[in-house]
Structure formats: C-alpha cells, structure tokens
C-alpha cells in the first residue's frame, strides 16, 4: 500500500465515522479540558485551521480571531462543524489538505491532531506549504498525541507510513496514518527545515508554537 492508498482509506475512515469523531472529547478526561488551552495560545489575526474536524476547536479559535478559514476534507465532519460554529467570521471549505492552495496568506495556522495524520514523505512539502500560507510574522500553532499514544492504538507493521487500524461502531476498519512524534525530534526536525519551534507538554499531548526563521515564508 502506498501512501495514497492510504491517505484514501484514512480520508474514508473519518467519513464514515464523522458521527463518532466526536466521542472521545466527550469519554476521555484528558481531551475534555483540552480545547481550552486555545485560550492561553499567541492565537490572533485571521487564523487558518487546517483539518478542522467537527469543530471542537473552531468557535475557541473565532473568539480570539478576526476571522477563521476552516478547511477539511471529509464533507461529513463539515456539516457537523458548521452546525457548530454559527460565527459569520468563519468560513468552511472542503479541500484535500495536501493539494490546497489558499488564496491568501493568514497570521495563524492552527491544527489539532493533523499532524500524526501526515505521512514522513509529504512533510517537507506540508510545512513548506504552511510556511507559504503565513504572513509575516505569523504562527503556525499545533496539538497532537506523542509517543505514549501508541499504547492506545492498534499500530500496524509493514505499511508505506507509520499506521494504525481503527474501527467503527458498525465493525468496519479502516488504515490511518498515525505518526507519534516525540517533542525533542520533532523539534529538531522542524529547525532542520528553517523553523524556530517550541513544544511542550499539556495534558497527556504535546502543544507547539513555530515560527518560520530566516525568511522561511519566502519559499
């Protein structure tokens, strides 16, 4: 399976399952409060929100915004978010994160459990692009799973990316990306490609705030 294949069946899995997404905000008490950690974060300006789900985080990011564009390629999670998010300072667009293009450039690019979802070969081109879609100036913000996530996953072998198997409340299984970066190496992975990063833990997840160094949103 190459990584295409994957991020198809990854794409399929959220879906399929945008009625579930939600639950683990909900069952697991180290997401419940997590949300709220978008107040304490150099969030400001007009804010792009990559892979923005159902929403949990949208409406927190339009309260400290002055306004939000919030993409996602599942259709179903779209709808779910903009029944959440009635603020007419966001807007909703549905686009495969890895062929978008934005029409214009943004003081913050938020993201909350995307990156894992990345594969190693698509991300020097991921961060390029993010670094292309910020002002000067601007922020990349982002919050994901670290290592000690893997023990909740079923984490496959031999596939084209690191992978997990998820399944359905209808029994159906589904191959996502599921990449559980360590803070030290992905902060040493992103000064190798011209960021200046800081990652820190905050319940049970890793939080990190990256600003391009050197010029690096003239790529």
């Known amino acids: 399976m190459d990584d295409d294949a994957l991020l198809a069946e990854q794409l399929a899995y959220y879906r ?7 639950r683990p905000y909900a069952e697991c008490e ?30 927190r990011l339009a309260a400290r915004a002055r306004s939000v564009t919030a993409v996602d390629a599942a259709a179903e999670v779209l709808a779910l978010a903009r029944a959440r998010t009635m603020s007419p300072t966001v807007r909703f667009i549905q686009a495969d994160l890895f062929a978008w293009q ?24 991921f961060w390029n692009t993010v670094a292309a879609t910020l002002a000067p100036g601007g922020k ?3 919050i994901d799973d670290g290592p000690a996530a893997a023990a909740g996953e079923n984490v496959l072998a031999d596939q084209s990316a690191p992978a997990a198997l998820r399944r359905l409340d209808d029994g159906s299984q589904y191959r996502i990306v ?34 391009p160094a050197g010029g690096a949103w003239l790529r």
């Open 178 to 211: 599921k990449v559980f970066h360590d803070a030290a190496t992905l902060t040493d992975d992103l000064t190798a490609l011209g960021w200046s990063a800081h990652i820190r833990p905050v319940s049970g997840h890793f939080v990190g705030v990256a600003e």
């Open 16 to 22: 399929a399952g945008a009625a579930e997404y939600d």
């Open 102 to 125: 934005p029409s214009r450039r943004y003081d913050t690019v938020f993201f909350a459990f995307w990156l894992s979802h990345v594969p190693p070969t698509r991300w020097p081109g």
């Open 30 to 59: 180290e997401l419940k409060d997590l949300p709220a950690v978008v107040d304490d974060l150099p969030v400001g300006g007009h804010v792009l929100e990559l892979a923005c789900g159902t929403g949990q985080w949208t409406g």
């Open 140 to 142: 990349a913000i982002f």
